[in-house]
């Protein structure tokens, strides 16, 4: 039996059965491109009061391994989808875009393809879309990009707050320079999925109290909002005099039943760990040093987009990634190799996977607790957890790595950290039976 039982209803309905506990009925409304659902996501039950379920994105790396490109084509699908459908133009590549992600092809490299004269700001979700929004504004010739972030700099203000209330981590912050949202340009909002858009709502509202304008984009690979859902944004668009589109690649409406309680349950460890070679790469020369958080005194980088950057700036990321994947592929041993991005530092990562040679998987952490069962179909089959390296307060989640499915493991860190901080990490490593670890980190400490 299946975990995540799936039946069709009809041409447009689905329903999810997750561990025999929890159904979701989705009726899907639009799907633009014709993608298959499964190509898209698998589900999973959260270990949340707040919310019962999880769609495990397939296109993410978030919980599930991909290929880099996967998500980099993702993201530049949704591109095409705005520029054709909320300006009117011809995106030119949307049909190479389709077929690339039907036909599961892993070639494919963002290029920037919307016109300097569609100039907004594009902001990433931290921390689940900070890669898929980077990803979206490289398809842009000329646009300001930044993410939110959860980190607390004791140096900086941030000029915008809000909330996201079902997360683990619920405050957003976010620290660029006035001049990128004191003006009345277009603002698109990128986030991996809409359940209620409630997160959307809070940020809109958070700007336009102090930084208004006409209009407003939400864009999402998936959404789900209800028909109350939708009217909260038609109140909010009357209420403020503004516009917002919206843009997804699935649409439709979602319901959830829950007939039984989950209990927690941990794997059993059935298979033998095996000590890994362990492997320092230095990339701090190519990067810039921007300022330190309140919960570790090494410099967070400037080119993550996380203090804002612009179209010109990520050219040059783009070639400095470039640069680095060489660095890289002179490392790699292994002939199946996985990279791992931690917390919101997970669009460089993904960008240098895609460069790095053939065979090689990304995906990051998390922090979101998920039931672990290992059944076939289910979102989350293994798991471990650690201390983030980088702020021991955090619990990180690694999902669905198989033991002894890679032969290397690349982890990309922004910041260098202490050894000590690594070792309840590489004990859980162990268990996945990987032979080789790179540890990669972009800025070293001061000290």
């Not at 025999?20 to 899907?28: A, G, K, L, R």
């Not at 957003?172 to 909002?189: F, G, K, S, T, W």
């Not at 298979?271 to 040093?289: A, M, N, T, W």
């Not at 890289?328 to 460089?348: A, N, P």
């Amino acid at each position: 039996m299946k975990d995540t039982q799936i039946s069709t209803l009809s041409k447009k309905t689905y329903t999810y059965t997750i561990l025999d506990s929890i159904n979701v009925d989705i009726e899907v409304t639009a799907n633009q491109y014709q993608l298959p659902l499964d190509d898209l996501f698998t589900m999973a039950a959260r270990i949340n009061k707040k919310r019962s379920f999880l769609f495990v994105s397939k296109v993410l790396g978030k919980h599930l391994p991909i290929h880099p490109q996967k998500g980099l084509l993702t993201a530049a699908l949704l591109a095409a989808s705005y520029v054709e459908r909320i300006k009117g133009l011809n995106a030119q590549v949307t049909e190479e875009l389709i077929n690339t992600f039907i036909q599961k092809e892993s070639q494919f490299q963002s290029k920037a393809f919307i016109p300097s004269s569609v100039n907004p700001v594009v902001i990433g979700f931290a921390e689940t879309a900070t890669a898929l929004g980077h990803a979206f504004f490289d398809c842009f010739e000329g646009a300001e990009f930044f993410h939110t972030t959860r980190e607390e700099i004791s140096s900086l203000i941030p000029c915008i707050t809000f909330e996201e209330e079902h997360s683990h981590a619920t405050s957003h912050r976010c620290y660029i320079p006035l001049n990128m949202i004191n003006n009345d340009r277009e603002i698109i909002l990128v986030d991996d999925e809409m359940t209620t858009g409630k997160t959307a709502i809070n940020i809109i509202q958070s700007i336009h109290a102090q930084f208004p304008r006409k209009e407003y984009t939400v864009v999402s690979i998936l959404d789900w909002r209800s028909a109350e859902n939708k009217q909260q944004f038609a109140q909010l668009e009357k209420t403020l005099g503004v516009t917002i589109n919206i843009v997804s690649l699935i649409s439709g409406e979602v319901q959830v039943e829950e007939s039984g309680k989950l209990q927690e349950q941990e794997l059993p460890l059935t298979y033998q760990g095996i000590e890994p070679s362990i492997e320092e790469v230095p990339l701090s020369d190519f990067f810039d040093k921007a300022c330190t958080s309140i919960n570790n005194s090494t410099p967070l980088i400037k080119e993550t987009g996380r203090f804002g950057t612009d179209s010109h700036d990520n050219r040059v990321l783009h070639k400095k990634i470039s640069d680095s994947a060489a660095v890289l592929r002179q490392h790699r041993t292994g002939g199946k190799t996985l990279c791992l991005g931690t917390g919101e530092f997970m669009y460089m990562p993904m960008k240098l996977a895609a460069e790095m040679g053939s065979n090689v998987f990304y995906q990051s952490t998390t922090r979101s607790p998920i039931y672990i069962q290992d059944i076939d179909g289910y979102g989350a089959r293994h798991g471990i957890s650690f201390p983030n390296p980088e702020d021991q307060d955090i619990a990180y989640f690694v999902y669905n790595i198989p033991p002894g499915e890679y032969d290397e493991l690349f982890v990309f860190l922004e910041r260098e950290v202490p050894a000590e901080n690594l070792k309840p990490f590489l004990k859980q490593v162990e268990k996945l039976q990987i032979k080789s670890i790179k540890i990669v980190f972009f800025s070293h400490s001061l000290g």
